[in-house]
């Protein structure tokens, strides 16, 4: 079956710097690939997915690129702020497969 | 707009007692999946229903039944507890397959003593 691995698995950085995450995953058919946050005490919450015959998919201040070739992905975070702090998701999944196979997740702390 | 709603919140149980989950979702999706969240685990598929009448086994469907009582309510079971399934459980509903973004409730965190 599918694995995703993710890291870091925590991650601090000063308010106004970036962030990276990456993600790899194991099945080449793999084709959509979701980015969720989750803040303390809520469910994961959807911010940004890709597709696989897209390369980069931005919107503002978080961007997520795709590298088929080599499975891996990662959520770029521009200009981070306080709020930002949070639990990262990646997650992967292909067609006819029911469920989104999740990374293990990234704690990002934002320090002001 | 409510989402995916869960209930309840939190809930502690004693070993070998039995409970059931809730859930509902308002966006008129097809799908709707349970899983559970543990430290260091990322979220765990437990069981999905890919339509009204249907349900499947995730990766971690034991000691575990779930019920799809209509298009927008699917519940979880847990029969006998036992402190291995003491986690936050998830549920989330999205579109066709799992192609399609799926949505996530606040959760129900589950303690079995």
């Known amino acids: 079956g599918e694995n995703v691995e993710q890291h870091p698995s925590t991650l601090s950085v000063q308010e106004g710097d970036s962030a990276v995450i990456k993600c790899t995953y194991s099945?080449?058919?793999?084709?959509?690939f979701p980015w969720y946050k989750q803040e303390l005490g809520k469910g994961p919450q959807l911010i940004i997915d890709i597709r696989s015959n897209v390369g980069e998919k931005k919107d503002q201040r978080i961007a997520v690129t795709l590298n088929k070739t080599a499975k891996h992905f990662s959520l770029h975070i521009t200009e981070t702020q306080p709020e930002d702090s949070a639990v990262y998701f990646c997650?992967?999944?292909?067609?006819?497969?029911?469920?989104?196979?999740f990374g293990s997740g990234t704690r990002l702390q934002v320090q002001p | 707009n409510a989402g995916v709603t869960q209930t309840p919140k939190f809930q502690v149980l004693k070993t070998g007692q039995s409970m059931t989950l809730q859930c509902a979702q308002d966006?008129?999706?097809?799908?709707m999946y349970w899983y559970r969240q543990d430290p260091g685990m990322g979220l765990r598929l437990i069981y999905y229903s890919a339509s009204e009448g249907t349900t499947d086994k995730g990766e971690v469907p034991n000691g575990y039944n779930v019920s799809r009582l209509n298009k927008r309510e699917f519940s979880l079971r847990l029969e006998s507890a036992a402190p291995s399934q003491t986690s936050v459980y998830f549920c989330?509903?999205?579109?066709?397959?799992?192609?399609?973004?799926?949505?996530f409730g606040d959760g129900t965190r589950l303690s079995i003593l």
């Open positions: 099945d080449s058919a793999s084709n959509y």
């Open positions: 966006m008129n999706h097809n799908s």
């Open positions: 989330a509903s999205g579109g066709v397959d799992s192609n399609q973004p799926q949505h």
């Open positions: 997650a992967a999944s292909k067609p006819g497969r029911r469920a989104l196979t």
